[in-house]
RNA sequence: GGGCUGUUAGCUCAGUUGGUUAGAGCGUUCGCUUGACAUGCGAAAGGUCACAGGUUCGAAUCCUGUAUAGCCCACCA
């Protein structure tokens, strides 16, 4: 044996030996449930499984994946004690976050999204993130990680695209997905709507106007949507208001006569008490607006412009919008005081520009009932969370959820699968590029003489159906009513988080035409152990896989949920790209060995908490695999090539008792440990106890002893207990040594973990 | 506005159900080419466990309050 460990000879050579040996395939006990009972002990033990948190397709590998060793921790844990284990890999197209990545790649080529029809668009996408997924893959190897790679999935396959259509379909039956025209939060810059997930309520310091209307006088922070108000809005119960309920309200400007309501939601002590009503630009008031029967006027369209204002306004941008009316509500006397007011503001999680509320017809899933068995399963301990006040947070969720705005104006994703009939919705709005790439714009009827329809639809960037426009969630050669073929599909996509939300089921095999039907993998698998994530996709991600196992399958997608650690650098910042302060965990590999790495992400971490990796901290580990080498070094070269099958245990020499006791004790720690997720702490005790016990203090005390063949016994003993608890955090190199033993049989992957 | 979490050695953090001298890594000081390891060995310094009350035979640990940091949620325009 060398005198130090090298890491990058051995730890390929390792990996290749456990892919060729299939050891990451579980052997599916296929013992039906009856005889698996009547033979308990002896076959059908419990399977273990996870689904690997599917990173973006375009993502190349940071610290964040790395924290997966958690998950390859209990997986080697599992399948040491004897069960069938399955680590599901997989990856995501990723929808705006990858389109996002696109067009900033477009940008630098001075190109954007407007310049391509959407499947020209769409396929250099494809072949973007086909480049890079690979990459991911290749990755995740070498640091160890035992996946079965003969299960792998990526989000666009035909198979699941399917399976998700086939649930969107079933949704729709059952009256949870409808279309409908609401105030959604939309963003101008990346052209599309987003849940109410995908907003960031960040604080700003604005100014909250006191304008003029007539017999009243409103407050606003938006002097720019003036032009769509309806109506003035007054709470009842206050009393200054009260004869002038009926009367009308006149818009500065443009003079508009509106009348004034009243309604509970006003808070009597904001501003003057007085709210302006603008059901096309803000959420309550468009409730308001629905309640007191308004209608809804925009002024701003989802390019961000303002429209049906004024002409000095026109094709201008709220901002500089803003400013003018502000201008000319001054100089029309109409503008009474200004005062700063420091209030919430949305804006895109993606792009950071301020969310834009418009009204516009979305696909919306109708959640209530989807979240109610969610409710149940979390209260029945059916899904268990840890750390438990996690719980408490999916609940809080849970119970006050809104509807799930599930399209996107993007090109990067699966589209919506409902079909319009141009002849029969001849008001479809329509932007395509031409033969000669010229941008068109129009409804249907307005185009449909001058282009043919497969020129449309060859150049086809969006549409957008008026909402009561006919559609079918069905592909069809005519139409049913008209007979026409002009039939379009929907141009929206799917939330990502739509597709990933099935992702349990669609990798496991599930039918959802016919459950029964569903693949042997997701009859043994389902409902999986365990999904360990990052919490911050807790509500986008674990909250709508629940969801959707208990609709599609009637079962939690797995039994417990548990939070891991987010890694930061040392000023307790995110490590980001853009703040350049990121340690890349294949640079670190490379330097001090896969096992130091993942050893330095679990060591003394509590969970659900923020940690510093630092290279410090994996230099230190670096000295503990190099510390368990040599060690082993040492007993090695003191060993017989080969060893009574039965060692001397029972019978240990006075002397060593007290190290066997601590071995005994320290298997029964890391196990329980392990059992409840204190990976930090089970790596803290194993390393413990072979440094300083077993090294510090037994080998230094048996030197003079190493003839005595009690002793060898008692090393032996030791190092090979040391290597099975250490293997799960630390596989490389345990592997390796454990090659080195005498009497080896088989690898320590499928070695059984030591008995307590 | 509501909720959650942290505040422990110079630094970064552990401390599972309250129980003997409060731990680790890094750093610091002193001494070591001691039969595997200087990526090492031995020894040492260093903490009123944020603060104030309370419960208890006993509190870093449980309760209340204060300060401070951070996170999540939220339709006061």
């Known amino acids: 044996m060398d005198k130090t460990y090298n890491p990058k000879t051995t730890e390929a050579e390792i990996y290749s030996l456990w892919e060729k040996g299939g050891y990451f395939t579980p052997k599916i006990d296929k013992t039906p449930p009856r005889l698996r009972l009547a033979k308990r002990g002896e076959t059908g033990k419990k399977p273990f499984s996870i689904i690997l948190p599917l990173p973006n397709a375009n993502d190349p590998m940071h610290m964040g994946h790395a924290v997966f ?132 309520h960040l604080e700003k310091d604005e100014f909250l106007y006191y304008l003029d209307y007539g017999p009243i006088q409103i407050a606003t922070t938006r002097p720019e949507t003036i032009f769509a108000d309806v109506a003035v809005a007054v709470n009842p119960k206050d009393k200054r208001f009260t004869k002038i309920i009926g009367q009308k309200a006149i818009v500065p400007i443009i003079n508009k006569e509106i009348p004034i309501i009243s309604d509970e939601l006003v808070e009597i002590d904001f501003g003057t008490g007085a709210l302006k009503i603008t059901p096309g630009h803000d959420a309550t008031d468009f409730e308001i607006g629905q309640k007191h029967k308004l209608p809804a006027i925009s002024c701003i369209d989802p390019s961000g412009k303002m429209i049906n204002a004024i002409p000095e306004l026109e094709g201008l941008f709220p901002k500089e ?61 059916k899904v268990k969370f840890f750390p438990p006040r996690f719980k408490k947070q999916y609940l809080d969720w849970m119970n006050n959820i809104r509807d799930w705005n599930i399209s996107r104006q993007i090109v990067w994703g699966p589209r919506i699968p409902a079909w319009y009939c141009l002849d029969c919705n001849p008001q479809i709005k329509i932007n395509f590029l031409d033969k000669g790439k010229n941008f068109v714009f129009g409804t249907f009827a307005e185009i449909k003489d001058k282009y043919s329809f497969e020129e449309i639809k060859n150049g086809l960037q969006s549409l957008t159906a008026p909402v009561e426009a006919k559609f079918e969630i069905k592909e069809n050669e005519k139409c049913p009513v008209c007979q026409s073929t002009r039939l379009i599909q929907e141009t929206d996509t799917f939330d990502t988080w739509f597709l990933s939300g099935q992702w349990p089921l669609n990798t496991l095999g599930f039918n959802p035409e016919n459950p029964s039907r569903s693949s042997e993998d997701f009859k043994y698998f389902y409902p999986t152990s365990v999904m360990d994530t990052l ?35 040392k000023n307790g910042q995110k490590m980001s790209k853009s703040k350049s302060n990121v340690i890349d965990p294949l640079t670190m590999t490379e330097k001090y060995g896969t096992d130091a790495l993942r050893m330095s992400l679990v060591f003394g971490i509590a969970p659900a908490s923020d940690f510093v990796v630092s290279e410090e901290k994996i230099i230190a580990m670096r000295n503990f695999a190099n510390k368990i080498w040599n060690a082993s070094r040492f007993v090695i070269s003191y060993l017989p090539p080969s060893l009574p099958d039965t060692p001397l245990t029972s019978h240990p020499h006075p002397d060593d008792r007290w190290i066997l006791e601590e071995l005994d004790k320290t298997v029964k720690v890391v196990t329980k440990q392990i059992e409840t997720y204190h990976f930090g702490q089970a790596a803290e005790t194993i390393y413990e106890f072979f440094w300083h016990s077993f090294c510090d203090k037994y080998i230094e005390m048996v030197k003079p002893r190493l003839s005595d063949p009690n002793a060898l016994n008692t090393l032996y003993l030791i190092l090979n207990t040391s290597l099975r608890l250490l293997h799960p955090f630390m596989p490389f190199i345990t592997e390796k040594i454990w090659s080195l033993l005498p009497n080896q049989k088989e690898p320590l992957i499928i070695s059984p973990w030591p008995e307590i």
């Not at 005062?339 to 804006?347: A, I, Q």
């Not at 674990?542 to 939690?556: D, K, P, S, T």
């Open 69 to 200: 060793t958690i998950e390859d921790i209990m997986c080697r844990y599992h399948r040491m004690l004897g069960e069938p284990v399955l680590w599901l890999p997989g990856s995501d197209h990723a929808g705006i976050e990858t389109q996002f990545v696109f067009e900033k790649k477009l940008k630098k080529e001075g190109k954007s999204r407007f310049d391509f029809d959407r499947q020209t668009l769409y396929r250099m996408i494809w072949n973007f993130v086909e480049e890079n997924r690979e990459i991911n893959i290749s990755q995740m190897k070498k640091l160890g990680f035992s996946m079965d790679w003969t299960r792998y999935h990526y989000s666009l396959e035909p198979e699941i695209l399917k399976n998700v259509f086939t649930a969107f379909k079933k949704l729709y039956d059952d009256g949870l997905v409808y279309r409908k025209e609401k105030i959604v939060n939309y963003c101008t810059f990346c052209g599309t709507a987003f849940s109410e997930l995908e907003v960031d």
């Open 321 to 381: 919008a803003r400013e003018k009316s502000i201008e000319l509500l001054k100089n029309l006397g109409k503008l009474i005081k200004t005062e700063p007011l420091h209030h919430t503001v949305g804006f895109c999680y993606r792009c950071k520009n301020v969310i834009e509320p418009l009204l516009m017809p979305q696909w919306f899933v109708k959640i209530e009932p989807l979240a109610e068995p969610s409710i149940k399963a979390a209260e029945e301990g």
């Open 535 to 569: 919490w911050d996709i807790l509500f986008f991600w674990v909250a709508r896989m629940i969801m959707f196992g208990l609709y599609l399958a009637g079962e939690v997608p797995f039994k417990t949920v548990h939070l891991h650690s987010r890694v930061v650098d």
